[in-house]
T-cell receptor, first 116, second 113 residues
């Protein structure tokens, strides 16, 4: 089925370790993004991309890196994991829209990360 | 800075009741507002999107309204069913923001059979 695929679904890391959360979409969406969801808080945007080779920071980018070498893939890298990065991470995509457009997002199922 | 609030954080009602979920935002300069549903262990699903020029949108038993001047939106669910149990989130897209959505923390809804 077409959609957004995230891997892994669960991951436990030790402080200081690095890892990459994978995100792939097969809908030819230009816009892709990463959010984190913490208890009692709304989703917060980490990084986003409006096309291959173009990325930008969101609300909470520190400690995370992204790249967009293809339209389909948008990996999120944690360089040196910290307990504060324990969270559920969601990847989302949409067709590119101009300002004021209806950017209805398609979400992946999420990746639950625990940093000890 | 735009802030989005959803009250209550949790709601439990008997099956069959009509109910209203609330979403408020502090800055009325928005492009649109969306309501999402989140099921445990799954991603979010978009339910309704209201453009800033619209007053309401309907899909089946769901009706979302938007009052920009007062900074409020409501999601009305008619004849609730146990399958409606989920967390409902609202998100606004600010006029100054290219793509970024500001999210509420959600209302966890439980429909009792």
């Amino acid at each position: 089925n077409a959609g957004v695929t995230q891997t892994p679904k669960f991951q436990v890391l030790k402080t200081g370790q690095s890892m990459t959360l994978q995100c792939a979409q097969d809908m030819n969406h230009e816009y892709m993004s990463w959010y984190r969801q913490d208890p009692g808080m709304g989703l917060r945007l980490i990084h986003y991309s409006v096309g291959a080779g173009i990325t930008d920071q969101g609300e909470v980018p520190n400690g995370y890196n992204v790249s967009r070498s293809t339209t389909e893939d948008f990996p999120l890298r944690l360089l040196s994991a910290a307990p504060s990065q324990t969270s559920v991470y969601f990847c989302a995509s949409s067709p590119r829209q101009g300002l004021g457009g209806a950017n209805v997002l398609t979400f992946g199922a999420g990746s639950r990360l625990t940093v000890l | 800075k735009q802030e989005v609030t959803q009250i209550p954080a949790a709601l439990s009602v008997p099956e069959g009741e009509n109910l209203v979920l609330n979403c408020s935002f502090t800055d009325s300069a928005i492009y649109n507002l969306q309501w999402f549903r989140q099921d445990p262990g799954k991603g979010l699903t978009s339910l309704l999107l209201i453009q800033s020029s619209q007053r309401e949108q309907t899909s089946g038993r769901l009706n979302a309204s938007l009052d920009k001047s007062s900074g409020r939106s409501t999601l009305y669910i008619a004849a609730s069913q146990p399958g409606d149990s989920a967390t409902y989130l609202c998100a606004v897209r600010h006029q100054d923001s290219n793509y970024q959505l500001i999210w509420g923390a959600g209302t966890k809804l439980i429909i009792k059979p």
